[in-house]
Each structure stands twice: as C-alpha cells, then as structure tokens.
C-alpha cells in the first residue's frame, strides 16, 4: 500500500492555471494506475484524469479534455495534474488515487485503493 499526498490547489482567477501534485510514500508508482478526481460542492465526485504505469493509457473526461494534462516524475514518484484555463466550475475538492494493474480506459473510483487527503481548488469569476 502507498501513501499519497496531493498539493498544490489554491485560489486562482478564471482563465488562470494550477499545478496539482500527487507525492507516493511507502513505495512507488511502478505498475499502477493514478487517477485525479474531485468534488464540487453538491455534485457527485468524478474521474477527471488518468495515468497509468502499467499499460501506458491515458484518460480525460471530456470537461477537462485540452485543459488539463496529467504527467508523472518517476525518479519523484510524484504524479502532477497541469491545469489551464481554469472556470468557475472546476471549482472543488481534488484527490488522487492509485491502484497496482489497472488501466486507465476505464475510470472509476471503486478501483482505486489508495487515496490522498484532498486539495481545494477555487476559481473565481
């Protein structure tokens, strides 16, 4: 099992970008998939990006899709979500989360069994 931590969420204005990060403690990111989801307020949490080590798939929800990019800094084992063009409505709580094996042409959290704490993201009008 590993241990993640996200950081990097923050207050931005519309239009503006953020860097997210996805740091891995008591091993590494060899062979699994990491995934970024968040939660805005009132609304179900969502997959939005996904990187996987173990078949090399990637995955954008359409939302965040020529937005956002997922990359990772294996020699860091560190996993970072490049977000631009930032709305109002990416607004909300954003985890990352990993799993040993799996791909990233499906996402979805039940998958997943490590999670990180969580970063706030606020983007104002």
């Known amino acids: 099992e590993v241990q993640l931590k996200e950081s990097g969420g923050g207050l931005v204005q519309a239009g503006g970008s953020l860097r997210l990060s996805c740091a891995a403690s008591?091993?590494?990111?060899?062979?699994?998939?990491i995934g970024w989801f968040r939660q805005a307020p009132g609304k179900e949490r969502e997959g939005i990006s996904c990187?996987?080590?173990?078949?090399?798939?990637?995955h954008y929800a359409e939302s965040v899709k020529g937005r956002f990019t997922i990359s990772g800094d294996s020699t860091k084992n560190t996993v970072y979500l490049q977000m631009s063009s930032l709305r109002p409505e990416d607004t909300g709580v954003y985890y990352c989360?990993?799993?040993?094996?799996?791909?990233?042409?499906?996402?979805?959290?039940?998958?997943?069994?490590?999670w990180g704490q969580g970063t706030q993201v606020t983007v104002s009008s």
């Open positions: 008591g091993g590494t990111f060899d062979n699994h998939a």
């Open positions: 989360a990993s799993e040993k094996w799996i791909s990233c042409l499906v996402m979805a959290g039940v998958h997943y069994g490590s």
């Open positions: 990187i996987s080590n173990y078949d090399g798939t990637t």
